[in-house]
Antibody
Framework: QVQLQESGPGLVKPSQTLSLTCTVS??????????WSWIRQPAGKGLEWIGR???????NYSPSLKSRVTISIDMSKNHFSLKLTSVTAADTAVYYC???????????WGQGTLVTVSS | NFMLTQPHSVSESPGKTVTISCTGI????????VQWYQQRPGSAPATVIY?????PSGVPDRFSGSIDTSSNSASLTISGLRAEDEADYYC?????????FGGGTKLTVL
């Protein structure tokens, strides 16, 4: 069964870049017809989709975050990554990585990692 | 852009039936599959309904999903409510190249 695990700094200073990695185990990131996604959730609020990447390297990003987001994939390390630039306190949230089936459900989630933006 | 809107909260007594709606805005709810996720405090979401009405293995048949094109909405119905059903529920679909989530509904089992 596939498992996903987020890793990265839990504290980022305002105006800096948030960087997270999602390591996939139990399956090859390059096998099957899936997309690999980042989703965040501020405390007490709902889920916000950030973006996704396919094993082809194709990406889609949330229109509201597109100017600040880059998602990349490294199939040799079986992981994918998120970079969010110019962060503010509004970017403080639990960040989830997830695997999705195109046009269908997101079937696997990481446990989530809290990232706080503060000086 | 296509959006999904849900009631902020619903509540019902144990043993009763509750329905949570998910209304499509600026697009047809029937254009793409709708999924439903359950999220308990401190945990990641988990699928309870996918492809409008399908249940993953392990999800009890007390959970059901439907689409109503006349109201442009999807619904999640939970019958025989149990205390363990108390959670946040999110609908999810797609808009061209984006994944779209509803705002979430907090279900309280009284």
């Amino acid at each position: 069964q596939v498992q996903l695990q987020e890793s990265g700094p839990g504290l980022v200073k305002p105006s800096q870049t948030l960087s997270l990695t999602c390591t996939v185990s139990g399956a090859s990131i390059s096998s099957g017809n899936f997309y690999w996604s980042w989703i965040r959730q501020p405390a007490g609020k709902g889920l916000e989709w950030i973006g996704r990447i396919y094993t082809s390297g194709g990406t889609n990003y949330s229109p509201s975050l597109k100017s600040r987001v880059t998602i990349s994939i490294d199939m040799s390390k079986n992981h994918f990554s998120l970079k969010l630039t110019s962060v503010t306190a509004a970017d403080t949230a639990v960040y989830y990585c997830a695997r999705g089936n195109p046009w269908r459900n997101i079937d696997s989630w990481g446990q989530g990692t809290l990232v706080t933006v503060s000086s | 852009n296509f959006m999904l809107t849900q009631p902020h909260s619903v509540s019902e007594s144990p043993g009763k039936t509750v329905t949570i709606s998910c209304t499509g805005i600026s697009g047809s709810i029937a254009s793409n599959f709708v999924q439903w996720y359950q999220q308990r405090p401190g945990s990641a979401p988990a699928t309870v309904i996918y492809e409008d009405y399908q249940r993953p293995s392990g999800v009890p048949d007390r959970f059901s999903g439907s689409i109503d094109t006349s109201s442009n909405s999807a619904s999640l119905t939970i019958s025989g409510l149990r205390a363990e059903d108390e959670a946040d529920y999110y609908c999810q679909s797609y808009d061209s190249s984006s994944v779209v989530f509803g705002g979430g509904t907090k279900l309280t089992v009284l």
